[in-house]
C-alpha cells in the first residue's frame, strides 16, 4: 500500500518536474532549433539597449501595433521582450554586433506563429500561400507602419494583392465587378488568405455559401430551383468581373442556350436576340432565373 503510493507521488513529482522544465526551456528551444548559435544566449529585455545603435529601424517600429502593446500593455514575458519576441535572445549579440542571426521568410512565419495561431489562421500550414512559400512578411511589414490595415506591407488590401495577382486586379476593373475597386468589398471578403478548407481559400466551405452571405436572398429554398444555381453561381458568374452584364461568363443568351439548345421559342431571333450590347436575351422574360416562389413560376418568368 505505501509502496503504491510512494509511486505515485514519484509519478507526480516527475510529471510536474517536466512540464517545468519545458516551460522554462521552452523559449530558448525554439531559437535554438532556428539558429543553434542561439545557445546559451539569454533575453536582453530592454528595447533601450537596441535603440542606442537602432535609432533608425526604432523609430519607425514604434508607429505599429506591436511597438504600443509590447511596450504599454504586454501579455505575457515574450511580448515584453519586445524587439527580442521575434529576433530572439540577443545578449550574444550586444557583446558583439558582429554575432548576427539573420532568418528566412519561412523562419520569420514560424517566429509569428508563436502569437498567431488558431482563429483565422487555423490553415496556414496547408494553405496555397504557405505551400508556394509566400510566408507572412511577404504580406505584412512589421518594422514599418505602411497602411491603416494590419500592417500590411502597401497601403491598400488590392495593391497588395495585385502584386502578385494582377490577372485578378485587371478582371475588377472591366465593365462589371464587385466593387473591389471602389474598396466596398475586398479580395479578403471572400478569401482567407491565411488558408482555408475550402477550394480557392474561400471564406465559407464552397463558393456558394460564401457568396450567399452577402446576397441572401439567392439562397432559397425556391418553389422551383433552377438546378445549376444551386450547384454551383460560378457556371454562369465570374465573381472577379466580367466585360458582359452581371458579370455573367458569356453573354446571356449564348449562357443560357449552352445548356437550353432544343427548339421551340429558344432557337428564334426573336427571342433570343441580344437587346443591349451586353446582352439581356433570354432574362427579359425568363426572370426569376435564380428560382421562383411564385405558384406558376415553373418555367421562371414570374
Ligand atoms: C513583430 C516582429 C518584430 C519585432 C517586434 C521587431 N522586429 Fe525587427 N524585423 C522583423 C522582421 C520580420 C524583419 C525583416 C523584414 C523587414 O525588414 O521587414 C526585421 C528587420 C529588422 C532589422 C534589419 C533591417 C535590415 O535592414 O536588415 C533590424 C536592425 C531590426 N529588425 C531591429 C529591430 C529592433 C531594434 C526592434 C525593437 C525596437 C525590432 N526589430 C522589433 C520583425 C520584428
Ligand atoms: C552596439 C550596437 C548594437 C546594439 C546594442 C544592438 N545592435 Fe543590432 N546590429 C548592430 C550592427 C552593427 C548590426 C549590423 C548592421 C548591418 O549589417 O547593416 C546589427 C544588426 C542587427 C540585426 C540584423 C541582423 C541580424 O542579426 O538579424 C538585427 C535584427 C538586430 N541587429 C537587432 C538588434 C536588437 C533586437 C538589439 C537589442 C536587443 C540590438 N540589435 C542591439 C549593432 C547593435
Ligand atoms: C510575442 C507575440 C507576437 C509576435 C511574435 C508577433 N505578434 Fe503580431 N501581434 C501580437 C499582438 C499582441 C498584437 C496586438 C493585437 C492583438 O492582440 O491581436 C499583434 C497584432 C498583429 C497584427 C494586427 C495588426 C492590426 O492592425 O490589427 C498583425 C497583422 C500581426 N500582428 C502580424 C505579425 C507578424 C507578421 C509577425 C511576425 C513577423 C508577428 N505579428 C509577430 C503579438 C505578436
Ligand atoms: C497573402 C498575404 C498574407 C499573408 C501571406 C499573411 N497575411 Fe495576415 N493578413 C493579410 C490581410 C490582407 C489581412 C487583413 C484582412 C483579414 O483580416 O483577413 C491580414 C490580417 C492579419 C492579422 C489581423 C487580423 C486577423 O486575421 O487576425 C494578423 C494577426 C495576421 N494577418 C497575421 C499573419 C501571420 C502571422 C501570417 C503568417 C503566418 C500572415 N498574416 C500571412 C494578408 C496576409
Ligand atoms: C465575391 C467574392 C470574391 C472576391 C471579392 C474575390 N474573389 Fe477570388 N475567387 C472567388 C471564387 C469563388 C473563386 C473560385 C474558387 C474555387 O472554386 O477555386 C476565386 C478564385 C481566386 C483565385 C484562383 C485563380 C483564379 O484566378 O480564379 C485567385 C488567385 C483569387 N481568387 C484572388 C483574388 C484576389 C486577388 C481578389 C481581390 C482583387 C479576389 N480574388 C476577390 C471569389 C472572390
Ligand atoms: C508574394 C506574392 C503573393 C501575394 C502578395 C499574394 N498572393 Fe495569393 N498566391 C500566391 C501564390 C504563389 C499562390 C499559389 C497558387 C498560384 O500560383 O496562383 C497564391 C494563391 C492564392 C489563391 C488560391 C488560388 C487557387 O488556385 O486556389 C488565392 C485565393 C489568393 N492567392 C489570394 C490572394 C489575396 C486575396 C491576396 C492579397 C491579400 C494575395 N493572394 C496576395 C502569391 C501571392
Ligand atoms: C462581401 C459581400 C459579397 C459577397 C461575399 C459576394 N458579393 Fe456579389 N455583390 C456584393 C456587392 C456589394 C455588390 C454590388 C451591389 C450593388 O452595386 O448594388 C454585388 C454584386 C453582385 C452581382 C451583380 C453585379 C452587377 O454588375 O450587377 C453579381 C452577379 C454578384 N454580386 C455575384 C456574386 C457571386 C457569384 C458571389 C460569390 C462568388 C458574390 N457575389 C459574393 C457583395 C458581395
Ligand atoms: C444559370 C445561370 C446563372 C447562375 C447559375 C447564377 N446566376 Fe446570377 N444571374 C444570372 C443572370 C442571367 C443574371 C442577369 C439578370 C438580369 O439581367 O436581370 C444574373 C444576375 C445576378 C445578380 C444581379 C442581379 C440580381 O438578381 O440581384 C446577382 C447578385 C446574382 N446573379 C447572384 C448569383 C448568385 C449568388 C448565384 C449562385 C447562388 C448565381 N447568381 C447563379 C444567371 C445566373
Ligand atoms: C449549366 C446549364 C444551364 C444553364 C447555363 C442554364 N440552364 Fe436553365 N436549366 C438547366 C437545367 C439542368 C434545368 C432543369 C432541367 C429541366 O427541367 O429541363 C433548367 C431549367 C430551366 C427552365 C425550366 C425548364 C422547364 O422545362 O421547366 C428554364 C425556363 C430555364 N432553365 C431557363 C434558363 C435561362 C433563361 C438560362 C440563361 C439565363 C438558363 N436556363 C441557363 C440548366 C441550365
Ligand atoms: C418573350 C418572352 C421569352 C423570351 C425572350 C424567352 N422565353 Fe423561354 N419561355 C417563355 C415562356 C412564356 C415560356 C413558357 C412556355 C410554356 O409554359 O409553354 C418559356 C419556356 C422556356 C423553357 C422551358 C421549355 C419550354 O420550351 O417550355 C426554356 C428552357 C426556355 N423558355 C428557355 C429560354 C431561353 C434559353 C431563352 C433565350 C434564348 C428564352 N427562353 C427566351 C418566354 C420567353
Not at 65 to 82: D, M, Q, Y
Not at 151 to 164: G, H
Not at 270 to 280: A, C, K, Q
Amino acid at each position: 500500500m505505501k509502496i503504491k503510493l510512494l509511486f505515485y507521488n514519484l509519478v507526480f513529482i516527475l510529471a510536474i518536474a517536466f512540464l517545468v522544465s519545458q516551460s522554462n526551456s521552452q523559449n530558448e528551444n525554439f531559437w535554438v532549433k532556428l539558429n543553434p548559435a542561439f545557445s546559451g544566449a539569454t533575453f536582453v529585455m530592454d528595447k533601450e539597449t537596441c535603440v542606442t545603435c537602432h535609432d533608425g529601424d526604432s523609430e519607425s517600429y514604434s508607429h505599429t501595433i506591436h511597438s504600443r502593446v509590447f511596450e504599454k500593455n504586454p501579455g505575457n514575458t515574450l511580448e515584453a521582450s519586445n524587439c527580442e519576441s521575434c529576433h530572439g535572445p540577443r545578449s550574444y549579440h550586444i557583446e558583439d554586433p558582429d554575432n548576427k542571426f539573420s532568418f528566412t521568410e519561412e523562419q520569420y512565419s514560424l517566429i509569428c506563429q508563436q502569437c498567431h495561431q488558431g482563429g483565422d489562421m487555423m490553415s496556414w500550414k496547408g494553405s496555397l500561400h504557405n505551400n508556394s512559400e509566400v510566408g507572412c512578411i511577404s504580406c505584412h511589414s512589421v518594422m514599418e507602419k505602411k497602411s491603416d490595415k494590419a500592417l500590411l506591407s502597401k497601403e491598400s488590401e488590392l495593391d497588395l494583392c495585385a502584386t502578385c495577382h494582377s490577372d485578378v486586379k485587371a478582371k475588377a476593373m472591366r465593365m462589371s465587378s464587385h466593387p473591389i475597386m471602389e474598396g466596398k468589398v475586398n479580395c479578403s471578403s471572400c478569401h482567407n488568405v491565411h488558408g482555408s478548407s475550402a477550394p480557392g481559400m474561400l471564406v465559407k466551405a464552397t463558393t456558394n455559401e460564401t457568396c450567399y452571405s452577402c446576397h441572401q436572398e439567392k439562397r432559397g429554398p425556391f418553389i422551383w430551383e433552377h438546378s445549376p444555381v444551386r450547384e454551383d453561381c460560378l457556371t454562369c458568374h465570374d465573381p472577379h468581373g466580367s466585360n458582359n452584364k452581371a458579370m455573367l461568363v458569356t453573354q446571356n443568351a449564348s449562357l443560357c442556350i449552352s445548356c437550353h439548345q432544343y427548339g421551340g421559342h429558344i432557337n428564334e431571333y426573336r427571342y433570343n436576340r441580344v437587346s443591349t450590347p451586353y446582352g439581356d436575351g433570354c432574362v427579359n422574360c425568363h426572370t426569376t432565373i435564380h428560382g421562383s416562389n411564385h405558384p406558376s413560376g415553373v418555367k421562371f418568368t414570374r
